[in-house]
T-cell receptor, first 114, second 112 residues
Framework: AQSVAQPEDQVNVAEGNPLTVKCTYS??????LFWYVQYPNRGLQFLLKYITGDNLVKGSYGFEAEFNKSQTSFHLKKPSALVSDSALYFC????????????FGQGTTLQVKP | NAGVTQTPKFRVLKTGQSMTLLCAQD?????MYWYRQDPGMGLRLIHY???????AKGEVPDGYNVSRLKKQNFLLGLESAAPSQTSVYFC???????????FGPGTRLTVL
């Protein structure tokens, strides 16, 4: 069965420190991978995607993600966290040729403290 | 461009009542989706559509119906609401050739 796992319900970091939000997936074939962010009482906003090519993908607001095929992981990273990065982050995967349907992880709350 | 809009933003229903949630997009996207978001479960796909006049079931379709009479609109209906349908509902849309989806602001539904 296809699945996406975000093993941490919450990640706490101090402002200015690097952050990592973890994601692993179980999907056959070569999937598309995504990160979305959700601020309180808002819809999801697209952050970045991996389709093919360089394993390090850069996205919005200084975020990047590293694709690791052997570990089936797609961890979200940022070198220096901001308080305004505090939000709910979702990893998602889409199987090629499956009409755009996304499978989401359960979400990780990022709390950045001043 | 407004992007993806959803109406209403909030709604409270009694068990057994019916309602329709409206999603509209002005990006000329072919694909549209309805998700529900529940704490600790991420987003789950209810129904989706790959074009005007076509719909298909997603992961959790029971208790919901949809219609896509116009390309820009995707309606989600609850014929007889149940407390288990208390959730936040998100609509999204995308191009067939572009993998990212664009989301609306959500509808918070409470069924008493």
């Amino acid at each position: 069965a296809q699945s996406v796992a975000q093993p941490e319900d919450q990640v706490n970091v101090a402002e200015g420190n690097p952050l990592t939000v973890k994601c692993t997936y179980s999907v056959s074939g070569n999937p598309y991978l995504f990160w979305y962010v959700q601020y309180p009482n808002r819809g999801l906003q697209f952050l970045l995607k991996y389709i093919t090519g360089d394993n390090l993908v850069k996205g919005s607001y200084g975020f990047e993600a590293e694709f690791n095929k052997s570990q089936t992981s797609f961890h979200l990273k940022k070198p220096s966290a901001l308080v305004s990065d505090s939000a709910l982050y979702f990893c998602a995967v889409r199987r090629l040729g499956h009409t755009g349907k996304l499978i989401f992880g359960q979400g990780t709350t990022l709390q950045v403290k001043p | 461009n407004a992007g993806v809009t959803q109406t209403p933003k909030f709604r409270v229903l009694k068990t057994g009542q019916s309602m329709t949630l409206l999603c509209a997009q002005d990006m000329n996207h072919e694909y549209m989706y309805w998700y529900r978001q529940d704490p600790g479960m991420g987003l789950r796909l209810i129904h989706y559509s790959v074009g005007e006049g076509t719909t298909a079931k997603g992961e959790v379709p029971d208790g919901y119906n949809v219609s896509r009479l116009k390309k820009q609109n995707f309606l989600l209906g609850l014929e007889s609401a149940a407390p288990s349908q208390t959730s936040v509902y998100f609509c999204a849309s995308s191009y067939p050739t572009s993998p990212e989806q664009f989301f609306g602001p959500g509808t918070r539904l409470t069924v008493l």
